[in-house]
């Protein structure tokens, strides 16, 4: 399957706020589930929110970054947005999006994945 395509990762500091897009590029989300993961430099991926596409419910967060983030989408555009505010330093990672037909927090869940979005949080 096609992989999904994110942008919008970039340099900011710590306490921005900045907006990932995840973009059915050459398709549509054709699974119900989207979610979006996150991996650090010599760290494993992790969870970091996903949600029911179409519905826009059925909202699940990481206890990392609940409270912070918030996970949205805009159906016309196929597109789904991760919104990131109060950034920290540990926020720092590639950051990618994908669906799947459940909604869970194990990366083995989902198995195509594209090339991410490069966020740096600077102190």
């Known amino acids: 399957q096609v992989p999904l395509v994110e942008s919008g990762g970039g340099l900011v500091q710590a306490g921005d706020s900045l907006r990932l897009s995840c973009a059915a590029s050459?398709?549509?989300?054709?699974?119900?589930?989207v979610v979006w993961f996150r991996q650090a430099p010599g760290k494993e991926r992790e969870f970091v929110a996903g949600?029911?596409?179409?519905?826009?419910?059925?909202?699940l967060y990481g206890d990392s970054v609940k409270g912070r983030f918030t996970i949205s989408r805009d159906n016309a555009k196929d597109t789904v947005y991760l919104q990131m505010n109060s950034l920290k330093t540990e926020d720092t990672a590639v950051y990618y999006c994908?669906?799947?037909?459940?909604?869970?927090?194990?990366?083995?869940?989902?198995?195509?994945w594209g090339q991410g979005t490069p966020v740096t949080v600077s102190s």
């Open positions: 050459g398709r549509t989300f054709s699974r119900p589930f």
């Open positions: 949600f029911h596409f179409s519905s826009g419910t059925s909202r």
């Open positions: 994908t669906d799947g037909d459940f909604l869970a927090r194990n990366r083995g869940s989902y198995g195509s």
